[in-house]
Structures are given as structure tokens and as C-alpha cells.
């Protein structure tokens, strides 16, 4: 089992940055690769970025490209988001599991961060 935990959530003005985090306990955490997903009011959850165990691949959804970097450390994983806009409105969740940009490769998954950009 991996428990994790995001923060860093919050209020923002459109063109401003964030940064979350998403702490692992349990299993050992570099075995998975780990991802970030979020859900927009009345739309299904998407994908935004994920790391491999090693750190050294990641991809990211087209709407993110070149504005959020994820990033992991032994225990912990981030998203650093620069110029936000207020499609990026949503509850963030990191999520813990296999390769890819689908929820059904990852196994587990934190309980989410509100992320809320104002225009």
C-alpha cells in the first residue's frame, strides 16, 4: 500500500503560479511512477503530467506544455504550475501506479488538492 497526501493548493489570479505537492508513505515509493490528474466542475478527470520511477522521463498534457513542471524527490512528488488560467481551475490528485497518461494505470491515489485560478 502507498498512502499519499497532496497540499499546496489554493487561490490564485490568472497568470500566477503554484505549486503542489503530493507526499508518499507506506510502500516504497520509487518503485511506482507517479502521476498528476485533475477534475474540472462537471467534467470527467483528465491527465496533466507523469514522472517515471526514475525521474528521468515524464510527459504532460498538451494544455499544460511549457507552463507546468512535475518533479520528484525520494518521498515527495510536485507540480510546479507558472501562468495559470482559469481552465486550470480544478481538484488536483496524485496518483501512484504504472507508466502512462490513463487513470487505470496507476493503483493509488491521494485524495486531491483545490486548485481555484481567478480571472
Known amino acids: 500500500q502507498v498512502q499519499l497526501v497532496e497540499s499546496g493548493g489554493g487561490l490564485v489570479q490568472a497568470g500566477g503560479s503554484l505549486r503542489l505537492s503530493c507526499a508518499a508513505s507506506?510502500?516504497?515509493?520509487?518503485?511506482?511512477?507517479m502521476g498528476w490528474f485533475r477534475r474540472a466542475p462537471g467534467k470527467e478527470r483528465e491527465f496533466v503530467a507523469a514522472?517515471?520511477?526514475?525521474?528521468?522521463s515524464t510527459d504532460y498534457a498538451d494544455s499544460v506544455k511549457g507552463r507546468f513542471t512535475i518533479s520528484r524527490t525520494k518521498n515527495t512528488m510536485s507540480l510546479q504550475m507558472n501562468s495559470l488560467k482559469p481552465e486550470d481551475t480544478a481538484v488536483y490528485y496524485c496518483a501512484a501506479g504504472g507508466w502512462g497518461n490513463h487513470e487505470r494505470e496507476y493503483d493509488y491515489w491521494g485524495q486531491g488538492t483545490q486548485v481555484t485560478v481567478s480571472s
Open positions: 514522472i517515471s520511477w526514475s525521474g528521468g
Open positions: 507506506g510502500r516504497t515509493f520509487s518503485d511506482y511512477a
